[in-house]
C-alpha cells in the first residue's frame, strides 16, 4: 500500500528566505506526482504536476524535483512571500487513477 | 471556466437525516473523485468515476454512502443515516485524462449532530 510522508509538518520562515519542503513516498512505481497548495477554508489548487519520466518542474519562484528510486519530492520556493503562507500537499498516483495524498506541511512566511 | 462546482459550501443536520452533496466538473473533464477531509486522517478517496462509470469504490467507508453521476456534468454523494463520525469536508475533484492535474472545488463543510 502506497503511504506519502511530509515533514515537517509546520514550518515558519522569515520573508524572502529560500525553503524546501519534503515528500516521500513508499512504493517507487508511480504514475506522476503533484504539488498542491490549500488555503484556509478552500479547495486545493494544483502548483505543479510531475510525470514519472521527469525530473523536476518548475513554475515561476517554485520548481519540484522527483526522485523515483529514492522515493522522495522536494518543493523549492524561492523568495519566499507572506502570500506563499498555505498549507502544502503532495500526492502520488501509483499507477491507476487515483491519488494517494500527503497530511501536509503548513507553511508560514512571517513579514 | 467556473472550476469544479460544489453544493452546498456547508451543511449542518442531525445524526439520521439523510445528506446529499453535489458535484458539477469543469466541461469535458471525463473523471470525477469524492474525497473526505479530516484533520486525523488527512484527505482520503471514497470513490472516482471515468466517463460517468463508477470505477474504485473502496475508500466508501459504509454502506451508509452512496454516488452516482447520471451523466457528465453532475454527481451527488448520498449519506443515509448521516452520524456524528461523518463530520468533515467533502471535495470534488475532476480532470480530463491520467497525464493532466487534478482540479478540486471548494468542499462541502458537513456538520452532523
Known amino acids: 500500500k502506497q503511504e506519502v510522508t511530509q515533514i515537517p509538518a509546520a514550518l515558519s520562515v522569515p520573508e524572502g528566505e529560500n525553503l524546501v519542503l519534503n515528500c516521500s513516498f513508499t512504493?517507487?512505481?508511480?504514475?506522476?506526482l503533484q504539488w498542491f497548495r490549500q488555503d484556509p477554508g478552500k479547495g486545493l489548487t494544483s502548483l505543479l504536476l510531475?510525470?514519472?519520466?521527469?525530473r523536476e518542474q518548475t513554475s515561476g519562484r517554485l520548481n519540484a524535483s522527483l526522485d523515483k528510486s529514492s522515493g522522495r519530492s522536494t518543493l523549492y520556493i524561492a523568495a519566499s512571500q507572506p502570500g506563499d503562507s498555505a498549507t502544502y500537499l503532495c500526492?502520488?498516483?501509483?499507477?491507476?487513477?487515483?491519488?494517494?495524498f500527503g497530511q501536509g506541511t503548513r507553511l508560514t512566511i512571517n513579514p | 471556466d467556473a472550476g469544479v462546482i460544489q453544493s452546498p459550501r456547508h451543511e449542518v443536520t442531525e445524526m439520521g437525516q439523510e445528506v446529499t452533496l453535489r458535484c458539477k466538473p469543469i466541461?469535458?473533464?471525463?473523471?470525477l473523485f469524492w474525497y473526505r477531509q479530516t484533520m486525523m486522517r488527512g484527505l482520503e478517496l471514497l470513490i472516482y468515476?471515468?466517463?460517468?462509470?463508477?470505477?474504485?469504490d473502496s475508500g466508501m467507508p459504509e454502506d451508509r454512502f452512496s454516488a452516482k453521476m447520471p451523466n457528465a456534468s453532475f454527481s451527488t454523494l448520498k449519506i443515509q443515516p448521516s452520524e456524528p463520525r461523518d463530520s468533515a469536508v467533502y471535495f470534488c475533484?475532476?480532470?480530463?485524462?491520467?497525464?493532466?492535474?487534478?482540479?478540486f472545488g471548494n468542499g462541502t463543510r458537513l456538520t452532523v449532530t
Open positions: 468515476f471515468n466517463n460517468n462509470v463508477p470505477i474504485d
Open positions: 512504493d517507487s512505481a508511480i504514475y506522476n
Open positions: 475533484a475532476s480532470r480530463p485524462d491520467r497525464v493532466s492535474p487534478l482540479h
Open positions: 510531475i510525470q514519472s519520466s521527469q
Open positions: 466541461s469535458g473533464h471525463n473523471s
Open positions: 500526492a502520488v498516483s501509483p499507477g491507476a487513477q487515483k491519488l494517494v
